[in-house]
């Protein structure tokens, strides 16, 4: 199953502007002066606390946008110095000085927009919808400022002449690039437009995510007679009675949505009537024509991004937004999805077709839905590999997955350790700290856990970074981790299906790219990579979940400690290509519905939400009303809310490197010290610091082939 990095647009905006770009003096708004620092404000002075992990004890909600509002204020005033410095532009006193710059709103903006995905409240909300807008400005008045863009613009043309390094001429590229891209070249009258978008379409996606979360938790089905619930393990059952108390109606069973179509208790309900209320729930929950309907925000995002591409001189919002992927054109992307469709989908049809005849061998007189797939397909998975995920749940209890999986194959790989510390104040009771150290015992990152689910928490599982490895300041990275596991009743072991082990070793790949990053700028530093690369080190560290030295040393049962037989190892790694024809076809139709409304171009009239989606799905071949697609339109937060508009395709085309590497390691000895070794310094510690493509062929030795990836979905 494919994972997501969740990215807030907001703070994409901040962050890129505090990092990689800047503003002059003739088109920046004048700044007020500088407020007095709250003295109970804790960010307006670096936090004391070890690697400046952010001081949540000390910190309160209506801390965060004062300081943000500030921080923006003296990230402009610092950039009008730079802008007006009276002496030529160079390397050091134009870009470096704009790497340094921004460090109140970088601080206060990475924890504020955590905390508005993984722990919100309607006090985030209303400064994250509040902020929004004025994020959008603080970015415009750096990118669009014409004065500054020309020092940058004289760097970029002498960049061959100036005696930098490779990084440091990577940096310029970048930075000239952004400008480019953010309409440095524009007409005055374009940007007054451009300006007037991006404020519009900041609010919007605030407001999406906002509506999202709200559709999410209402959208949940209460159930009353307990016997309705046949199917579900005692575990489970005591967190929905524990969700429904929670919820204010106890003596019932909540059903909490998750973010994705498919819910996880589809799988186990016997009664059919509540599997498709459970599926009716999950994919109507933002189309229910109540305040948190996301269709008329969609409608007018999808028309603003086709005119924000126009503008800047692409034919629709996909072209701009790919360019400087790796894949670098929709053709591209469109033709690594499309080329996999007919397989994908013919294993689906298959794959139905044993559904269908467990259904009739039980007599069950209906033909099976999509709300029927997951139950079916446990059964048929039951008969032809002898595997039930019962069997498999308390062989991964969460603790030891994580301490004798995760951190054990980090270990064994790059030869870091990870040691749980209670002294550093947390967000929510239910959020761990590690110490991350290297070989030598010197400590590289400060790493946060955060498992569970809860109504105040976006759907999905995701990393961020409180504080970013910085070559200049000598700063290590402090990284945290989200994911949406159930959380057990009290008293219970947290045990997690095969799919949630996988998101722990996905997510934790992600920090790895975090922890490992040794460059000097920060703008270059970590996951600063394209979408479509980004996502490679996460799929690729997946892997590990399965290799047999891992897999024997955390796979035990969590009340007797013995491992999992190995029969039933054996089942798991056989049944590994199982029903992949829908899990590649319900990707790859979500996956073409985001080029699908980003290859809109502008001037189109307003879309129809559900019938656009009808008219994509059927136009590119993907439309099989039992595999709905894994996001529907009105709940992709994605694409509406998540940074990842028009590259949804990532995953695919990183998933494509992952195999491909992995096969290396198979070819060179496997899990082995070693190989991590190289791993994490030719790919894992560069960041965006150098031409990726390059970088990846000069790891593996020639480009990537896509022959391991089908063969491990099974296509081939």
């Keep these: 199953m494919l994972r997501t990095l969740l990215l807030s647009s907001a703070i994409a905006l901040a962050l890129t502007a505090c990092g990689d770009h800047t503003a002059s003096e003739s088109t920046m708004p004048e700044t007020a002066a500088s407020t007095a620092e709250p003295a109970d404000n804790a960010l307006f002075t670096a936090s004391t606390l070890p690697f400046q992990a952010p001081p949540f004890d000390r910190l309160k909600d209506a801390d965060y946008q004062p300081a943000i509002e500030e921080g923006m204020r003296r990230h402009l ?8 410095n009276p002496d030529g532009p160079t390397f050091e006193n134009t870009i470096e000085a704009m790497e340094r710059s921004g460090e109140l709103l970088k601080r206060s903006a990475n924890v504020f927009f955590m905390l508005t995905g993984a722990h919100t409240n309607a006090t985030l909300q209303a400064a994250e919808e509040a902020l929004a807008p004025k994020l959008a400005e603080h970015s415009d008045a750096i990118y669009l400022d014409p004065a500054l863009f020309a020092r940058v613009k004289t760097i970029y043309d002498q960049r061959a002449t100036l005696g930098l390094t490779p990084e440091q001429t990577t940096v310029v590229e970048h930075t000239y690039d952004g400008f480019v891209r953010a309409g440095a070249l524009l007409s005055d009258a374009d940007k007054a437009e451009l300006r007037a978008l991006n404020s519009e379409s900041s609010t919007l996606s605030t407001a999406f995510g906002n509506k999202l979360l709200a559709a999410g938790n209402a959208g949940g089905v209460f159930v009353t007679d307990v016997a309705e619930l046949d199917g579900l393990d005692e575990g489970a059952i005591a967190a929905a009675a524990d969700a429904a108390k929670a919820a204010g109606k106890d003596g019932q069973w909540l059903l909490s949505l998750q973010n994705t179509t498919q819910q996880p208790v589809l799988a186990s309900l016997k009664n059919r009537a509540l599997r498709e209320r459970v599926l009716a729930a999950s994919t109507g929950r933002a189309e229910r024509g109540d305040a948190n309907d996301t269709r008329a925000t969609i409608q007018r995002l999808a028309e603003i991004r086709a005119r924000q591409a126009q503008l800047l001189g692409f034919p629709n919002y996909a072209a701009y937004s790919i360019a400087d992927q790796m894949a670098k054109t929709p053709d591209a992307a469109l033709k690594l999805l499309t080329d996999t469709v007919p397989a994908a989908t013919a294993r689906a049809r298959a794959e139905l077709a044993k559904i269908q005849g467990v259904v009739d ?38 603790d030891r997955v994580l301490k004798d999986g995760v951190f054990f194959a980090a270990n064994q790989l790059y030869g870091i350790t990870a040691t749980e510390r209670t002294d550093i104040p947390v967000y929510h009771p239910d959020v761990r700290v590690f110490d991350i150290k290297d070989e030598d015992g010197t400590q590289i990152a400060l790493f946060y856990l955060d498992p569970f689910k809860r ?16 070559g200049l300041t000598g700063a290590i990275p402090v990284v945290y981790n989200v994911e949406n596991f159930t959380k057990p009743a009290a008293g219970q072991p947290a045990l997690l299906s095969f799919d949630d082990v996988t998101t ?10 975090g922890f490992f990053s040794r460059t000097t700028y920060p703008s270059v530093a970590g996951t600063n990579t394209p979408r479509d690369f980004v996502e490679f080190p996460s799929q690729f560290n997946e892997h590990w979940a399965l290799d047999p030295k891992v897999f024997a040393n955390y796979a035990r049962h969590y009340q007797t400690g013995e491992a999992m037989p190995q029969a039933l190892v054996d089942k798991i790694v056989t049944a590994r290509t199982f029903n992949q024809g829908y899990a590649t076809t319900e990707y790859l139709s979500a996956a073409l519905l985001d080029l699908a409304w980003h290859t809109l171009p502008a001037g189109e009239a307003r879309q129809d939400v559900d019938a656009f989606e009808k008219q994509a799905l059927e136009t590119y071949k993907v439309d099989l009303a039992a595999v709905p697609p894994r996001y529907r339109t009105s ?23 992952d195999h491909d590497a992995f096969q290396w390691f198979r070819e060179n000895g496997g899990l082995t010290r070693e190989n991590g070794q190289i791993f994490r310094d030719k790919i894992l510690s560069i960041g965006h610091s150098r031409d990726l493509a390059v970088a990846y062929r000069e790891f593996r030795g020639k480009a990537p082939s896509v022959e391991p990836l089908l063969e491990h979905r099974g296509l081939k």
């Design 361 to 398: 061998a039980q007599n069950g007189g209906f033909t099976a839905g999509a709300a029927d797939w997951d139950f079916y397909a446990e059964q048929v998975r039951k008969a032809e590999f002898d595997l039930d995920e019962s069997q498999i749940r308390p062989y991964f209890e969460l």
């Design 635 to 657: 709940y992709f937060s994605h694409i509406w809310g998540g940074g990842y508009a028009a590259g949804y395709y990532a995953y695919f085309g990183a998933e494509v490197l």
């Design 455 to 470: 109504d105040s928490k976006q759907g999905g599982a995701w990393m961020g970074n409180f504080v970013e490895q910085n």
């Design 77 to 84: 005033a610092e950039i009008r110095a730079i802008a007006d």
């Design 504 to 513: 722990l070793f996905h997510e934790y790949g992600h920090a790895l790219h």
